[in-house]
């Protein structure tokens, strides 16, 4: 008479048959997993290379970036604070040149946020051929920091240029608008200066007045209030 199956046995054997499905399974497509798994790693191990790389471009054009900020700040021989200075440059060309050197240095990481940065204030010292150029590339780039030193710098050059009116039109637009990643009360305080240079007195003091009025706690408000003093 044949042993009655029990509910234990048939458990035992549909769990020995899925591991037995399972390992054949793995048998047959190990290959392929174990070169899934090789492609995965090698595309971690390029991926943290890559980043390594940004980071370490980065940090390079940080340092050049920071010994050019610090060479302008460094003061001249016949300075008032010369005297307690831990170094000193004999003129301002020499100081310019090692600032220059740094900067240019710097601009060479140009897909770095610092790489940026250099360029425009390369751009800004006249150091560069078209600057209105790098100015009007940089101030659409939605680098927050970049683009918007850019864009200031791209009216001043604009007015450098004889172009007042063109200038003063840009930065309207941009008060009016949300595009532009300025500060409304920097660029107020920029077009009021604008229109101190050319000979607009009544619009720079009114927009002085608009900037006092909107922005209180402005960091442009103090000087604001003195130029609307200045011309009662």
């Known amino acids: 008479m044949a042993k009655k199956m029990r509910r234990e046995d048939l458990r035992r054997d549909e769990v020995m048959e899925t591991v037995g499905k399972g390992i054949q399974f793995v048998s047959v497509h190990r290959r392929g997993a174990t070169e899934a798994i090789g492609i995965a790693v090698a595309l971690a191990v390029l991926i943290g290379a890559f980043v390594a790389f940004r980071a370490h471009r980065e940090t390079q054009a940080g340092d050049h970036l920071s010994r050019a900020l610090a060479t302008l700040?460094?003061?001249?021989?016949?300075?008032?604070?010369?005297?307690?200075?831990?170094?000193?440059?004999?003129?301002?060309?020499?100081?310019?040149?090692?600032?220059?050197?740094?900067?240019a240095a710097a601009a060479e990481f140009g897909a770095t946020r610092?790489?940026?940065?250099?360029?425009?204030?390369?751009?800004?010292?006249?150091?560069?051929?078209?600057?209105?150029?790098?100015?009007?590339?940089?101030?659409?780039?939605?680098k927050t920091v970049v683009s918007a030193a850019a864009e200031i710098d791209r009216y001043?050059?604009?007015?450098?240029?004889?172009?007042?009116?063109?200038?003063?039109?840009?930065?309207?637009?941009?008060?009016?608008?949300?595009?532009?990643?300025?500060?409304?009360?920097?660029?107020?305080?920029?077009?009021?200066?604008?229109?101190?240079?050319?000979?607009?007195?009544?619009?720079?003091?009114?927009?002085?007045?608009?900037?006092?009025?909107?922005?209180?706690?402005?960091?442009?408000?103090?000087?604001?209030?003195?130029?609307?003093?200045?011309?009662?």
């Open 73 to 103: 700040a460094t003061p001249l021989v016949s300075d008032p604070s010369a005297g307690t200075a831990p170094k000193t440059y004999p003129s301002p060309q020499e100081r310019d040149a090692d600032a220059d050197r740094e900067l």
């Open 114 to 142: 610092s790489g940026r940065e250099a360029e425009v204030i390369l751009a800004a010292r006249g150091r560069q051929k078209d600057a209105l150029a790098t100015f009007d590339r940089f101030a659409r780039s939605g």
């Open 156 to 232: 001043r050059s604009l007015a450098a240029q004889g172009k007042a009116a063109e200038a003063i039109a840009g930065i309207k637009r941009a008060i009016e608008t949300s595009g532009s990643p300025v500060p409304k009360d920097a660029l107020l305080s920029e077009l009021a200066s604008l229109y101190e240079q050319s000979g607009s007195a009544a619009d720079a003091k009114a927009t002085y007045q608009r900037l006092a009025s909107e922005y209180p706690d402005s960091p442009y408000t103090q000087e604001a209030q003195g130029k609307i003093g200045s011309a009662s």
